[in-house]
């Protein structure tokens, strides 16, 4: 009945305020005379329970009965914390659109393959060492694995499971609505006005479908937002403390969602580059190492590499330099290097479902693979995408058009910034270019940037442009709105999916896989214990030190 779908509506609620309680502490204890409004509020949220779940797994295991704990203990402060801002009603009816993307039944592919063995673990075990040799995705954790864990609660179960991704992009969302509104006011009308608005739109529409979104998407969402920060700091010179934090509290969510997006602290060189020219550098480095923004970043980092260590014994898999080899658990060294050349075929469309290239080491090297991944990538996927992204463009300058213009002291700086991002773009493209591995945030930016500048040169009169921006966030509201309508509607007809009586995404026993084999390991290792005799021969042993396992490669 639809009462199952109210219940899910207020446990929904419940968990996203639970979430920016936990960021007012945060902000009370670290950034007492700060102004954060609700999406920073948000994401400051998110780093704490991240840092806070994987030390807590260290110990015991994220149960239904701890989950609810924690929610309440969040909820609770938020209730005590709460001050009804103006912009609070629009932070609901936000979210309440948001709402419709949680209803799913058809998840993504690496969803059952690891996604939902490594999150349910967590709920089920404490921490295990080794787990990269039971399943490849395992030895590629992320902080959003951790993050949905603690979303597990009673009567929903696990069908909270792709809360963060929406967190992620409803607290982005409200971040950049709310940077647009007091641009609108303060009449800021340069190129990163005209950035965020093309952000707003780009991530509904591009990345509607939740049950899509993974580890990728959400880490792009957020990269759309530290690019907006960084263009604040170089055009606005806004050197403050507060602008810097945001770009460290950015920069540790990004990271521990996909551990390469590590070479984006490049974006930071800009910054350097100033504060160098200024002469400024070792005072303000003084000023913001020892400050907690920058604190929480490096915990964020640490954890991240014990993780990756715990699970494969390398810092970052599966670069091999990072691996620590002689760890009882560490995956070998000719198993990583053959891992990474398969991540490198697979992204230069050098492998799929039903084909493999021929000698695939020659295939990936210098640029071998360019004509292939024409063929079988490039058309059509990443072509459509840039049909779409030159199509919302040309709207953007029919629609703000003017043929009074103003002169723009565009700052040089801005261009450091564009080249690195040029830099990440190449990377990309020579050893991973996949749109999931970075490619939709990079080449919409190389777009929206100059796009950017054209129409910041454009004059605005502040009511036309309100209503221009208006009617652009309603009707992008509106597609993100239908196509969820849609998506809904073939995964009733196709999948016979009943969203008002029950509306959870499909479950099979595959998607238990892993625990079970986890299971038997130790139920098998709990024997040996007991009766030496009865100790089967494995491809894995496992072993137990203090209170956690250890599973290690026969």
């Keep these: 009945m639809i009462i199952n779908l109210l219940i899910f509506l207020i446990i929904y609620f419940v968990s996203i305020f639970s979430v920016i309680g936990f960021g007012q502490t945060t902000k009370n204890i670290l950034f007492k005379n700060e102004d954060l409004d609700y999406g920073y509020l948000g994401l400051l949220g998110l780093s704490i329970l991240f840092i806070y779940s994987y030390l807590s797994n260290i110990f015991f295991e994220h149960s239904n009965l701890h989950n609810l704990i924690l929610i309440i203990l969040g909820f609770c402060i938020f209730l005590k914390n709460f001050e009804r801002l103006k ?54 954790p992320s902080s959003i694995f951790y993050l949905n864990s603690l979303f597990i609660l009673p009567y929903v179960k696990f069908y909270l499971i792709h809360l963060p991704a929406i967190l992620f992009l409803g607290f982005v969302n409200f971040t950049l609505l709310r940077k647009l509104f007091l641009d609108i006011r303060l009449r800021k009308f340069d190129f990163v006005f005209f950035y965020q608005i093309f952000s707003i739109i780009f991530i509904n529409i591009f990345f509607y479908r939740i049950a899509e979104h993974g580890t990728d998407r959400s880490a792009q969402i957020l990269i759309f937002l530290l690019f907006t920060e960084i263009f604040i700091i170089l055009e606005r010179k806004n050197f403050t403390y507060l602008q810097i934090s945001k770009i460290f509290l950015i920069l540790s969510l990004v990271i521990t969602l996909k551990a390469f997006y590590l070479l984006y602290c490049l974006i930071l060189i800009p910054i350097i580059i100033i504060l160098l020219k200024k002469n400024k550098f070792s005072k303000n480095l003084s000023r913001y190492v020892y400050k907690p923004s920058f604190c929480i970043l490096l915990t964020s980092l640490s954890i991240l590499f014990l993780i990756n260590i715990s699970n494969s014994g390398c810092l970052i898999y599966p670069v091999h330099f990072t691996c620590i080899e002689h760890l009882s658990w560490s995956i070998s060294t000719s198993e990583v290097n053959n891992m990474n050349n398969w991540y490198e075929q697979w992204s230069k469309a050098g492998a799929g479902p039903n084909f493999r290239v021929e000698n695939p080491e020659f295939y990936i090297k210098s640029f071998n693979w360019v004509e292939n991944w024409i063929d079988k990538y490039f058309f059509n996927k990443v072509s459509d995408f840039l049909l779409g992204i030159f199509f919302l463009s040309i709207i953007f300058v029919i629609v703000f058009f003017s043929k009074k213009k103003i002169k723009v002291n565009f700052k040089k700086e801005n261009y450091w910034f564009f080249f690195i991002i040029l830099i990440l773009f190449f990377e990309w493209f020579y050893n991973h270019p996949a749109l999931r591995y970075g490619g939709y945030v990079l080449i919409a930016t190389l777009v929206f940037f100059p796009v950017s500048i054209l129409i910041s040169k454009f004059k605005q009169e502040p009511k036309q442009l309100t209503k221009k921006i208006s009617i652009l966030l309603t009707i992008s509201a509106l597609i ?54 009865i100790c089967n021969k494995n491809l894995y042993t496992i072993h137990k030190k203090l209170n956690n396992y250890i599973i290690v490669r026969d």
């Design 87 to 140: 912009d609070f009603k629009y932070f609901i009816l936000l979210f309440l659109l948001l709402f419709i993307s949680l209803i799913i039944f058809k998840t993504h592919d690496d969803f059952p393959y690891y996604h939902f063995g490594y999150t349910y673990l967590l709920t089920d075990k404490n921490l295990i060492f080794g787990l990269g040799h039971l399943n490849h995705g395992f030895r590629t």
């Design 480 to 533: 993100f709105f239908s196509r969820n309508i849609m998506r809904i509607d073939q995964e009733v007809d196709k999948y016979n999916f009943r969203p008002f009586l029950d509306n959870n995404f499909r479950i099979t026993s595959n998607h238990y896989r892993m625990n079970n084999e986890i299971n038997i390991l130790i139920d098998n290792f709990e024997k040996c214990e007991a009766k030496k005799n």
